[in-house]
């Protein structure tokens, strides 16, 4: 008989929490904090930025401004076990983008599909986002100094 | 060295450990390293950038992994969404 994928809360939860340690291991306990806070990751350049979100698009801003530029669309889907679907758990999969964005940027963004701003994240909640995690980081930093 | 395995349903999970100085460690890691990226994954090793930022290097041969490095990332290749 042909498995299926098969929604299991408490699996899904399990596999959450480990993918938090990893990326706790791999990015460290400040991106930990910042993806339990907003729920996203950033990666920032001198000139420009991305924020990671779990399952959606990369959104490019300028790291100047704060304008939101465009949206990449890139996946990680794994369809080794139909039971447990192709989803990373949502951890893993903003930890996987901001990997390939540190490693090797530009291999990430010729495979993504872009798109103008809009798509599929709303702008405002980004800019909002963007917004929050810029005035948290800057205290953040003050606190650390 | 470990090698890890990001897997939907279950997080990360261990697909080999050992110490690559040792042969038949080594032999067992690169032949896991090998059927992963036969699979499509993409292999990241984690590391500490200068002032001890965190960064990550992609590693498409065995022999690209520093020989200090404590863990490979195994992750399915991105496509566009």
Same mark, same amino acid.
């Given at each position: *008989? ?5 929604? /299991? ?19 460290? $306990? ?29 959104? %490019? ?6 304008? +939101? ?9 794994? &369809? ?5 679907? @192709? ?5 893993? $999969? ?18 993504? /599909? ?5 798509? !599929?994240? $709303?702008?405002? *909640?980004?800019?909002?986002?963007? %917004? ?14 | 060295?470990?090698?890890?395995? *990001? ?9 080999? @450990? &050992?110490?690559? %100085?040792?042969?038949?460690? @080594?032999?067992?890691?690169?032949? @896991?390293?090998?059927? !992963?990226? =036969? +699979? &499509?994954?993409?292999? %990241? ?12 290097? *992609? ?8 020989? =200090? ?13």
């Amino acid at each position: *008989m042909r498995r299926r994928y098969v929604r /299991n809360t408490a699996r899904d939860r399990r596999a959450e929490r480990r993918a938090r340690e990893l990326l706790r291991s791999t990015a460290g $306990d400040e991106a930990l904090e910042t993806y339990e806070r907003f729920g996203l990751m950033s990666v920032e350049r001198e000139e420009y930025g991305y924020l990671i979100y779990p399952h959606r698009p990369l959104v %490019a801003y300028d790291a100047v401004s704060g304008e +939101l530029l465009s949206e990449y669309c890139v996946r990680f889907r794994d &369809g080794s076990d139909p039971e447990v679907g @192709e989803r990373l758990p949502d951890a893993d $999969d903003v930890l996987a983008k901001w990997m390939a964005l540190r490693a090797d940027e530009r291999e990430l963004i010729r495979t993504a /599909n872009v798109h103008p701003l809009g798509r !599929q994240l $709303d702008p405002a *909640m980004v800019r909002r986002d963007l %917004a929050a995690l810029r005035t948290w980081q800057r205290r953040h930093e003050e606190v650390h100094a | 060295m470990k090698l890890l395995r *990001m897997t939907p349903g279950k997080g990360d999970v261990l697909l080999a @450990e &050992g110490d690559p %100085a040792v042969a038949e460690d @080594e032999e067992r890691l690169v032949s @896991e390293f090998r059927r !992963q990226l =036969d +699979l &499509g994954m993409w292999a %990241a090793v984690p590391h500490e950038g200068p002032g001890g930022s965190r960064e990550a290097t *992609m590693v498409r041969d065995f022999s690209e992994v520093p020989a =200090d490095a404590e863990r490979v990332i195994f992750f399915p290749q991105a496509a566009g969404g």
